[in-house]
């Protein structure tokens, strides 16, 4: 490895120090990344011990009542951290206020969770265009875009499409979510035996994923695997 001349450790210092920027959530001094390492360390996590097909908590790591009970569309659930303070503040930064480097620290949060399924092809969740024009992007793209670069994996922001706009889930009640999103989604691919990753940043109830899910298996996918950054956890 060539060694750096005085020169060039000055200019790396110098655009180090450019680049510096200041924590969210606590304001300290946090590099080049948008989070400091403390901050990172108080990050909420999921129990080791969750539903591998939905990732809530179960006592084992058995497959919870809910999915045994009625069996989602999608196969596996991976999940970067439980949504709670302080990251929901992190997520709805990055959501409404535009925080666009964010995307890229989730999107590594993300592609360090271990594959334990293969994709062949990444698909983020789509928004309705109105609902794309009000924010101005997709934010499940945005972190699918840094996934598939550090898997080495396409993503597909084409093939789906969001044909219905409905009520923001998060505006509704847990039961009625999965009736707002039926049929909202089309699907102009053929994914016959292909092993998709569907991504979004927050999974509450997973009715918009179980649903999106449904439609790909309809066009023929063999596996679906769901890759969030946060999972929600029902109120106790």
């Not at 649903?211 to 023929?220: I, N």
Request: charged share 20%; net charge positive; hydrophobic share 40%.
């Amino acid at each position: 490895m060539p060694i750096l001349t005085q020169t060039a450790r000055r200019i790396l210092s110098s655009c180090t120090r450019l680049l510096a920027q200041d924590c969210l959530l606590c304001g300290a001094e946090s590099g080049i990344s948008p989070v400091c390492a403390a901050c990172e360390q108080d990050l909420p996590q999921l129990p080791a011990a969750r539903c591998p097909c939905c990732a809530l908590p179960t006592l084992d790591g058995e497959v919870c009542g809910r999915c045994l009970a009625r069996t989602p569309n999608y196969d596996l659930t991976l999940a970067a951290f439980r949504y709670d303070f302080p990251l929901d503040k992190l997520v709805q930064s990055f959501k409404y206020g535009h925080r666009l480097a964010l995307a890229g620290y989730f999107g590594r949060q993300l592609a360090a969770l271990p594959a334990d399924a293969p994709a062949d092809v990444i698909i983020p969740l789509p928004l309705h265009p109105r609902r794309l024009r009000e924010r101005g992007f997709n934010q499940a793209l945005e972190l699918a875009r840094g996934v598939g670069r550090a898997w080495r994996t396409p993503v597909d922001a084409r093939s789906c499409r969001r044909i219905r706009h409905t009520p923001a889930q998060a505006d509704l009640p847990w039961l009625e979510r999965a009736r707002n999103v039926r049929g909202a989604f089309d699907c102009s691919a053929d994914f016959s035996g292909r092993r998709l990753l569907l991504i979004d940043d927050v999974m509450t109830t997973g009715a918009s994923l179980d649903e999106l899910a449904r439609t790909v298996k309809l066009h023929g996918a063999a596996q679906v695997t769901l890759l969030v950054l946060a999972r929600a956890l029902p109120s106790a």
